[in-house]
């Protein structure tokens, strides 16, 4: 099987999840299948400077959220799973209840009765229990909630290496191997391993 990755972009925020998404797996030669919601274009053009067709093109193959008959529509399309990046709790609440209003819902619907992995990286705080429930029911059908949180062990530099270490993450869940820092390895980035991290962690003390 040839492989092939699809990402979701829902309407979250935290598009540069999805963008760096797309980035790793382009880096890693898997296949990547996009599929952008209408909330999220709007994400995109509120947080970063990338136009659609630019966004697009980090993709090896994009479609239309309103094509409901694209290759990812159907089971027979093989591929690893899904990923979506970040994943609004409409996009989740939509697949916890089998509601496939477009392309995107539809594709990680068809993960799931294919009992490929689904992940999502759930960009809301605080939750509510109907969230929490829908959260549940996905488990049960066999996504994995992933929502993106910083490791900082790591000690991560900036933003992009927090984004980049969840992406990481997220994609040894489907067997595909990033350099990112780990705990107890060496990374090729920083030239250092976890050795450091392994030190009393710095305390934070507060002003009398």
Partial sequence: MKKRLIVGISGATGIVYGIRLLEALREAGIESHLVVSKAAELTRA??????????????????????VGAAIASGSFQTMGMIVAPCSVKTMSELANGITSNLLTRAGDVVLKERRRLVLLLRESPLTAIHIRNMLALTESGAIIAPPVPAFYARPQTLDDMVRHTIGRALDLFDIDTNFQRWGEESNNQGKGNHETHQEPARVYSRA
């Fill in 46 to 67: 509120y947080e970063t400077n990338l136009s659609s067709q630019n966004l697009r093109d980090l993709a090896a193959v994009s479609y239309p959220i309103g094509d």
